[in-house]
């Protein structure tokens, strides 16, 4: 079925600029992407990570699993950059006040 230029369900795609990770995901973080976006986070070696969650529609226990992996393993050098959905999720998981969650 052609779904007209519909955007995908998920994508994760990262960019390094020297020790600089930049993971930009998109979609629904779920079950079944949670950890092609713990992944694509971990493929390139880096000191510091950014992860761009902007364009992410949908967020769920098991991307925060992934997402609290990355923080455990990155501690003081991720930068998460939330959208609407994925800042609320992470407020009523309690998780809102990490100091890694980029204020809106």
């Known amino acids: ?20 990770l930049q993971v930009v995901v998109a979609g629904e973080v779920d079950m079944s992407t949670a950890d092609a976006m713990l992944q694509t986070a ?8 950014t992860l761009d969650l902007r364009e992410v ?7 925060i699993h992934a997402l609290v992996r ?14 609407r959905q994925v800042r609320r999720v992470l407020d009523i998981s309690g ?10």
């Not at 990355?70 to 959208?83: I, N, R, W």
């Open 42 to 49: 971990l493929r390139e070696p880096a000191e510091r990570i």
């Open 57 to 63: 529609t949908f967020f769920d226990s098991a991307a």
């Open 95 to 104: 998780l809102g006040g990490q100091s890694w969650l980029s204020p809106a």
């Open 70 to 83: 990355l923080a455990q393993q990155f501690s003081g050098s991720l930068t998460v950059l939330p959208s």
């Open 1 to 20: 079925m052609d779904q007209g230029g519909a955007p995908p369900v998920f994508s994760a795609s990262s960019e390094i600029d020297g020790d600089h």
